[in-house]
C-alpha cells in the first residue's frame, strides 16, 4: 500500500501518510491512488482541484459550502501550514469539535476531510502552496465562513509560530460558529 489511512479525532476525517522514498536526487511519493483511497473508505472522484499560495500568517477559513457540499483532499505540496477542521454535521458523534494539525512538505501527510465540516489553515513557512483536490465545484452562492476565532470552537491556532494573521474582509466577517447554517 502506498500510505497509511489513519482516523483523526473527527468522524470520518481522515490523516493519509504516504510512503516516501527518498534518496540524492529528492524524493518521490504517491499523492493518490483510486483503489487504495476506496479502501479507506475516502471518495475518489474529484470534480474540481485548487492550488493557492500564501505568505507567512495567511490565515484562510473556515470555509464550507451549503450547497454542493464538498468533501477535500488537502496537502501541502510547498511550505508548512496549520490545517484545522470543524465537524459540523449535527448527527455526527464529535458534531462542533475541532482538530487541527500540521501539514508540510518534508512529510507529504494530506487530510481527508469530509463533505459537512468547515475547513482552514495558517501558513507557518515564509510562503506555502496548498492543494485541495474537491469532490464537487466551488459554489459561490452556497459558500459559508466560520469565524477561525470562535471561542466556542477554541481552536488552538499556533499563532506564536506565524505572527499576527493575515485574514481576508470575507473571513474576518464569518459567522459565529452558533449562528452558522449547519448540516443535518
Known sequence: MSAVFDPAPLAGV????PTLHRDARGFFLETFRAESYA???IATSFAQENH???RRGVLRGLHYQITHTQGKLVRVARGRVWD???DLRRGS????RGFGLVLDDERGTALWVPPGCAHGYLTLSEEADFLYACTDVWDPAGERTIRWDDPDLALAWPLAESGPPVVSEK???GLP???APLFP
Open 177 to 179: 460558529f452558533r449562528d
Open 39 to 41: 479502501r479507506a473508505g
Open 84 to 86: 484545522a477542521v470543524v
Open 171 to 173: 473571513d474576518a466577517r
Open 93 to 96: 458523534p464529535t458534531f462542533g
Open 52 to 54: 493557492s499560495r500564501s
Open 14 to 17: 481522515v490523516v493519509v501518510r
